[in-house]
């Protein structure tokens, strides 16, 4: 495999390994960004084999392109993955169904880093945050359109912030003055919202603010259990999807999800058999995510919070 700057693959074979692409007739990168798993999904499928790459970046898709030119076998798909069903043209290639998924949740590292983009706290940028930059909303009108409560729920909700109605307000008496335009600006601004003790624990002190309008911007949770389950749903039988998380509202969803396509079953506990009829359509093949090692995690820092959670469809129809 080739080393991209642009995306880094994580957890990569432990995904390989879970989805077993030498098996495949058709599988699916949801999540394409640089081409990191795809390409080494597309290194182990077999030639008559079909792998689609979707993402909703233009500039993921152009370089995945680029990357991934010598595989006669790939097909990009401009869009987003919560529309996997109705975009993926598996028609066209006599298809109902695919053997095996892949979702990375994560910003991809080529996000980050380029900074216009505008995620990062740690580089001056335009404040932007948009992964499909034809949408409209932008990091900079949640930040300086938002009114305070709705900025608190977001920053509470969002990025899990213990200081968001602190950081809500500072962030709204600034712009009082002018609109704030910058990474760098509102990273200082949350700082300085931030006592002086819990600046210097943990990470930056802005993180966890920046991923809750990183993840509004985007609309990255809402209709998140939708698309986990419509993906389910494309698996033919045997069929695993793995998931990579990165923060434990992603987490949580993807796990709930998972327990339910397992054990579907609503009747109540005292029923001394099962009268809904509901049957489960998946195995979890994870019952505690895999994280990645400690060598992954010295050649790739992003890997650190990443959790890798999968299922494997059975036999019962949906």
């Known amino acids: 495999m080739t080393e991209s700057a642009y995306h880094t693959p994580i957890m990569l074979g432990e995904v390989l390994d879970l989805i077993k692409p030498e098996r ?4 699916v990168d949801g999540t394409l960004g640089g081409g990191g ?13 079909i792998h ?4 909703r970046d233009e500039d993921a898709v152009r370089e995945a392109e680029k990357r991934l030119s010598g595989y006669k076998n790939f097909r990009a ?5 919560f529309d996997m069903k109705a975009i993926l043209p598996l028609g066209e290639y006599g298809l109902t169904a695919v053997d095996g998924i892949i979702l990375d949740l994560g910003v991809s590292s080529h996000q980050l880093d380029d900074g216009q983009r505008g995620f990062s706290y740690g580089t001056e940028a335009p404040l932007d945050m948009r992964m499909d930059r034809s949408q409209a909303l932008s990091a900079f009108d949640v930040v300086n359109a938002y009114d305070r409560d ?3 729920r977001v920053i509470r909700d969002y990025g899990e912030e213990r200081f968001a109605g602190r950081i809500a307000g500072a962030i709204v008496s600034r712009r009082e003055k002018r609109p704030i335009e910058t990474t760098t600006e509102l990273a200082e601004i949350i700082r300085s919202a931030i006592p002086a003790p819990a600046r210097r624990e943990g990470p930056h002190p802005a993180r966890r603010t920046f991923q809750a309008i990183r993840i509004e911007v985007n609309s990255e949770l809402d209709g998140l259990e939708r698309a986990i389950r419509g993906a389910a749903e494309l698996l033919a039988p045997d069929g695993v999807l793995a998931v990579i ?3 434990s ?3 949580r969803i993807v796990k709930n999800v998972f327990r339910e396509l397992k054990d579907p079953c609503t009747c109540p506990p005292s029923a001394p058999v099962c009268i809904c009829g509901k049957k489960p359509i998946a195995e979890i093949l994870t019952p505690k995510p895999l994280t990645a090692d400690e060598a992954e995690v010295e050649r790739n820092p992003r890997s650190r919070s990443a959790k890798l959670r999968a299922i494997r469809r059975t036999h019962n129809d949906l």
Not at 24 to 27: E, H, M, V
Not at 37 to 49: A, D, F, Q, V
């Open 24 to 27: 495949a007739r058709a599988t």
């Open 37 to 49: 798993h795809s390409e080494g999904i597309l290194e182990r499928l077999p030639e008559t084999g």
């Open 52 to 55: 689609f790459g979707i993402d």
């Open 77 to 81: 798909v401009r869009g987003n993955f």
């Open 150 to 152: 709705r900025l608190f």
């Open 245 to 247: 998380t990165f923060h």
């Open 249 to 251: 509202l992603e987490d």
